[in-house]
């Protein structure tokens, strides 16, 4: 009953100890289910009907995230929670969200956060840093470390937030401050969890990746007998090859979980570790005269080996619901996060076009620690006024994030290094520590009051409109001595509000008011006190449910960000100044579900035209990583028993966008691309299945760039051909 992933035969040979430890829980579970199958009943939220052996686990899984706030069926979102902080069918919310289900992430092999966005209209990678962090535009804002990614609706540090733990991903769109603090307007994005479940089941995998090595997967759960306790235990031991000139991706992850059922009150625990060491790639070069990449092999990196990231990651998550009657449900939610890690990395200064020698320079961080607490309380319920039904949302949180960076290492500019003939090891890695740029720090903390109420006009229409007030403080800084650059407080109050139209049971119309903010805030220079950036958005748009099970999402937006940040020389000295202003409009339609009882979809196209509208320098520009248009397709077709009880699935698709522009000054774009994947899984119809599946991504080997870091000497690069094979034993 847990998506299923894999490890190669020779990653299981290069840690051996791990892929044993699992082996023996997957035969402890056996034993533990034979001793425990008289347990609890399963839970309604269990209990699902579906077609074929295949989908059996998968949907089971889905429709357990009902626990947190939401429902699944195969390919087809149901309802939400990240728009509303309460369960609302899809159609009822006055807002675009976009769902990628656990079936699609299992049939695609999604092994990142990339992977599962590709499917979300609008969206697109952002600076990466080096590709150690996830980082996304929605709608052309966003960014690395902005917050905007949260597990179970609570914003979290850790550098990779998706994981074998996930269960979907939820893509809220546009401003989402009222209920979720300080963010960019583009959106938000949820990711959530799986959950201990009351019957038993589990699964292991191994994957081998053509690049080299794989990854080895567990997930168990069940009842513990005689109580109103169910457990879950997941992990996964990666040992992968990168597929540039050297690395190799190395990652731990342990995931334990218990919840409590009661009648009336369900509580959950979660922890979430992950130990990785992972290259610190910022990939090739654009030459500014031909406005395309350098001519060397997309393999060739321009760092040294020791160009590494390594840390550890944690993650604790306490949830309580109680239902105090019929009518109203209290929630209390608490999340802790925190990260730890140092890297080694040569970054290259500058670029000869015409000999193709590089100026580098080694840097380096060690022991940066990120932590954030998390906490918030919900009060939901259901009243009567005046004979309308209103669904009413009370709630408060805070939130308090903290960085420090100790000691940063800088070296002196070296030369040598030529992109045609690269020579490794010439440059060796810093321990040169600049007290200048030393004890980087920033704290944060932000406190928010909300009120909420879908208010029920007729069997038709339906009024969302809510408001909160929130405060925050905030300090930055760094050096030795420490210099404070800065330090700002305020209270903002962000309202929002939205109206459907049901004009059937299978179609809704609705448009949608809403608000966001984000301070201002350097750790490298003073910038004094500024007024915080502010964001307002428009939307309209259309939700229908057709077919066997059919959800669409299509939508116009305008969003407009004003007091963006920005920097003139005065006397000879850089200033702060608040005046920008930066608008991002277009349109966006996403389908996910089911076209027939075999073949299912999830598709999506977007445009966005995103604009900087004032700035001393910028005006007319275009953000950078920011794409006019994205768009994907992924069908699926299940066979069903083609042998026995032996049953075949299989699926492909292709996922793009246009160019995007490289930098600030548009001084280069990122060319258009598109992508085609396939897969094919056969699953062996048994008491305990067992699934061999074969992905191949990137068929036909396009080289394409996904970011950049906002300069030309910094372009990630999109992998190459690779093919996956996993097999999947289930019970």
């Given at each position: 009953m847990a998506m299923i992933r894999s490890a190669t035969a020779r990653g299981l040979l290069r840690q051996a100890s791990l892929p044993a430890f699992l082996l023996a829980q997957a035969a402890l579970a056996s034993s533990v289910h034979a001793q425990t199958s008289g347990g609890p009943a399963p839970s309604a939220s269990t209990q699902t009907i579906v077609n074929g052996d295949t989908e059996i686990l998968l949907t089971t899984l889905t429709v357990q995230a009902e626990d947190q706030g939401g429902q699944t069926h195969g390919y087809q979102p149901l309802s939400s929670s990240s728009a509303t902080l309460t369960e609302m069918p899809i159609l009822d919310i006055p807002q675009a969200v976009n769902v990628v289900t656990n079936e699609v992430i299992v049939d695609q092999a999604a092994h990142s956060l990339d992977d599962v966005l590709a499917n979300v209209s609008n969206v697109t990678i952002a600076n990466t840093l080096g590709a150690t962090q996830d980082?996304?535009?929605?709608?052309?804002?966003?960014?690395?470390?902005?917050?905007?990614?949260?597990?179970?609706?609570?914003?979290?540090?850790?550098?990779?937030?998706?994981?074998?733990?996930?269960?979907?991903?939820?893509?809220?769109?546009?401003?989402?401050?009222?209920?979720?603090?300080?963010?960019?307007?583009?959106?938000?994005i949820n990711l959530i969890t799986k959950t201990p479940q009351q019957t038993f089941g589990g699964s292991l995998s191994a994957t081998a990746s053509s690049f080299g090595g794989g990854y080895t997967d567990l997930d168990i759960t069940g009842p513990i007998a005689g109580t109103n306790l169910a457990y879950r235990f997941m992990a996964e031991y990666q040992d992968e090859d990168y597929w540039r000139s050297y690395g190799t991706t190395r990652q731990t992850i342990l995931a334990p979980s218990l919840a409590w059922y009661g009648d009336k009150t369900t509580v959950t625990l979660a922890y979430n570790h992950r130990d990785y060491t992972e290259p610190f790639d910022r990939g090739t070069i654009f030459n500014l005269t031909t406005g395309q990449a350098v001519n060397v092999p997309r393999r060739t990196r321009f760092d040294e080996p020791y160009n590494i990231t390594q840390g550890a990651s944690d993650l604790f998550q306490a949830n309580a619901v109680h239902q105090l009657n019929d009518s109203w449900k209290l929630k209390l939610n608490y999340s802790y996060s925190r990260d730890v890690y140092s890297d080694n990395q040569a970054r290259v200064v500058s670029y000869n076009a015409s000999t193709g020698a590089l100026t580098r320079r080694s840097d380096a961080t060690q022991d940066s620690t990120q932590y954030d607490h998390n906490l918030r309380a919900d009060l939901s319920g259901t009243v009567n006024l005046a004979g309308f039904k209103n669904e009413v949302l009370f709630g408060a949180s805070y939130n308090y994030y903290d960085v420090l960076r100790t000691d940063m290492m800088r070296c002196a500019n070296r030369t040598g290094f030529n992109i045609y003939n690269p020579v490794y090891g010439q440059l060796a890695s810093c321990t040169t520590v600049s007290a200048a740029d030393s004890d980087q720090s920033a704290q944060q903390?932000?406190?928010?009051?909300?009120?909420?109420?879908?208010?029920?006009?007729?069997?038709?229409?339906?009024?969302?409109?809510?408001?909160?007030?929130?405060?925050?403080?905030?300090?930055?800084?760094?050096?030795?001595?420490?210099?404070?650059?800065?330090?700002?407080?305020?209270?903002?109050?962000?309202?929002?509000?939205?109206?459907?139209?049901?004009?059937?049971?299978?179609?809704?119309?609705?448009?949608?008011?809403?608000?966001?903010?984000?301070?201002?805030?350097?750790?490298?220079?003073?910038?004094?006190?500024?007024?915080?950036?502010?964001?307002?958005?428009?939307?309209?748009?259309?939700?229908?449910?057709?077919?066997?099970?059919?959800?669409?999402?299509?939508?116009?937006?305008?969003?407009?960000?004003?007091?963006?940040?920005?920097?003139?020389?005065?006397?000879?000295?850089?200033?702060?100044?608040?005046?920008?202003?930066?608008?991002?409009?277009?349109?966006?339609?996403?389908?996910?579900?089911?076209?027939?009882?075999?073949?299912?979809?999830?598709?999506?196209?977007?445009?966005?035209?995103?604009?900087?509208?004032?700035?001393?320098?910028?005006?007319?520009?275009?953000?950078?990583?920011?794409?006019?248009?994205?768009?994907?397709?992924?069908?699926?077709?299940?066979?069903?028993?083609?042998?026995?009880?032996?049953?075949?699935?299989?699926?492909?698709?292709?996922?793009?966008?246009?160019?995007?522009?490289?930098?600030?000054?548009?001084?280069?774009?990122?060319?258009?691309?598109?992508?085609?994947?396939?897969?094919?899984?056969?699953?062996?119809?048994?008491?305990?299945?067992?699934?061999?599946?074969?992905?191949?991504?990137?068929?036909?080997?396009?080289?394409?760039?996904?970011?950049?870091?906002?300069?030309?000497?910094?372009?990630?690069?999109?992998?190459?051909?690779?093919?996956?094979?996993?097999?999947?034993?289930?019970?």
């Open positions: 980082a996304v535009t929605r709608r052309g804002f966003g960014d690395n470390r902005d917050g905007s990614i949260l597990t179970n609706g609570m914003r979290t540090v850790l550098p990779r937030s998706f994981n074998l733990t996930t269960d979907r991903v939820e893509v809220l769109k546009g401003p989402a401050s009222t209920l979720y603090g300080i963010q960019e307007p583009g959106g938000v903390s932000v406190y928010n009051a909300y009120a909420q109420d879908a208010f029920y006009l007729t069997d038709q229409w339906i009024l969302v409109a809510g408001a909160s007030l929130q405060y925050y403080e905030q300090t930055a800084g760094k050096g030795r001595p420490f210099n404070l650059n800065t330090s700002a407080d305020g209270g903002e109050f962000m309202p929002r509000a939205g109206l459907v139209y049901k004009a059937t049971d299978w179609l809704s119309f609705y448009v949608n008011y809403a608000t966001g903010f984000v301070p201002q805030v350097s750790i490298a220079s003073y910038i004094g006190t500024l007024p915080p950036e502010t964001s307002v958005s428009y939307e309209g748009g259309l939700k229908f449910e057709i077919m066997k099970g059919l959800t669409g999402t299509a939508a116009v937006f305008d969003i407009e960000k004003k007091n963006v940040l920005y920097s003139e020389l005065v006397d000879g000295e850089s200033v702060a100044r608040t005046a920008g202003k930066v608008r991002s409009r277009g349109f966006e339609f996403d389908v996910a579900g089911a076209l027939t009882d075999r073949t299912n979809i999830i598709a999506s196209y977007g445009y966005a035209d995103v604009t900087v509208l004032q700035d001393p320098q910028y005006a007319g520009n275009t953000l950078a990583n920011s794409a006019a248009t994205t768009y994907s397709l992924f069908a699926t077709y299940d066979f069903g028993r083609i042998w026995g009880d032996n049953s075949l699935k299989v699926g492909g698709g292709l996922n793009g966008r246009s160019r995007a522009a490289g930098d600030a000054a548009n001084s280069f774009w990122l060319p258009g691309y598109t992508v085609f994947d396939a897969f094919a899984a056969y699953t062996i119809g048994s008491a305990k299945p067992i699934t061999v599946q074969l992905n191949v991504k990137n068929i036909f080997n396009t080289t394409y760039y996904t970011s950049t870091q906002g300069s030309n000497l910094g372009v990630a690069v999109g992998d190459p051909l690779q093919a996956l094979l996993s097999a999947r034993l289930a019970f």
